[in-house]
Every structure is written in C-alpha cells, then in structure tokens.
C-alpha cells in the first residue's frame, strides 16, 4: 500500500508565489492546499489537518500572526509545524513567531525554494 503523502497549506497572498511554491511542492509529491488570506488559511487548517504550514506573515483579512495564535488555541493546531515566510527582517516578529512555537521563519529575499523543500521535508522526516 503507497505511503499517504504528506499534506502541505501555502498561505500566501502573492498569488505568483504561492502558485510557484504550490506547483514546486506538488512535484515534490505533497499533497498541497492553498490559502490567499490569513481567514481562508486558518479555515483550510482546521478543515484538512495539513502536516505542516507554509504561512506569509502580512496578508489581507487576517494576518500570519493571528493565524498562528489562534491556531495554537485549536488542540490539533497547538503542535502542528509553522514556518513564517516574510519580506520584513524583523527581530521582534521573529521573537514573537517563536514564542508561538512557529517552527522557522524564511525571509523571502534570503532563501531559494529548494532549501525550503529540503527544511519541510527535515522536519516531517521525510
């Protein structure tokens, strides 16, 4: 029997990126769901249990940040993996991110999307 495939949510608002990171972890044999908005990325969350969450931090409707407080609130959400994408270097999200329990945190300038796949798979241990 074929091992189930790991489920992957993109949270993302930059639609370029997100059909981008969904078509590179699809290749790479994720099952993905997307999300444009921090609301519809806590609603897909919820509703599909995903393995691990890709989340961009700045989005319309809801913001990363909230999306990862109210996630931890949820019993399933307080230990699902997180990395934060972003385009602010900023220490004090970063700092807050962590206390969250948030996984990594990639700023978009500084990383290629193959570290990314190579980061997930680690932490799913794949």
């Known amino acids: ?5 790991n489920k992957v949510l993109i949270v993302e608002d930059e639609e ?3 059909a981008v990171l969904a078509k590179k972890f699809t290749i790479e044999k994720f099952k993905v769901f ?7 990325g806590l609603e897909q969350a919820l509703r599909h249990h995903p393995d691990i969450i890709l989340l961009d931090i700045l989005m319309p409707v809801m913001d990363g940040m909230t999306v990862l407080k109210k996630l931890r609130q949820d019993s ?3 230990s699902v993996p997180i990395i934060m994408l972003t385009n602010l270097s900023d220490e ?3 700092a807050e ?20 796949v190579k980061k997930v798979r680690s932490k799913l241990k794949q």
């Not at 029997?1 to 495939?5: G, R």
């Open 34 to 40: 997307e999300a444009s908005n921090g609301q519809a």
């Open 16 to 18: 370029a990126l997100l």
């Open 1 to 5: 029997m074929p091992k189930a495939l």
């Open 97 to 116: 991110a962590a206390k969250e329990g948030c996984y990594d945190y990639f700023i978009k300038a500084d990383w290629n999307i193959d570290d990314l």
């Open 76 to 78: 399933w959400g307080k």
């Open 92 to 94: 004090k999200k970063e």
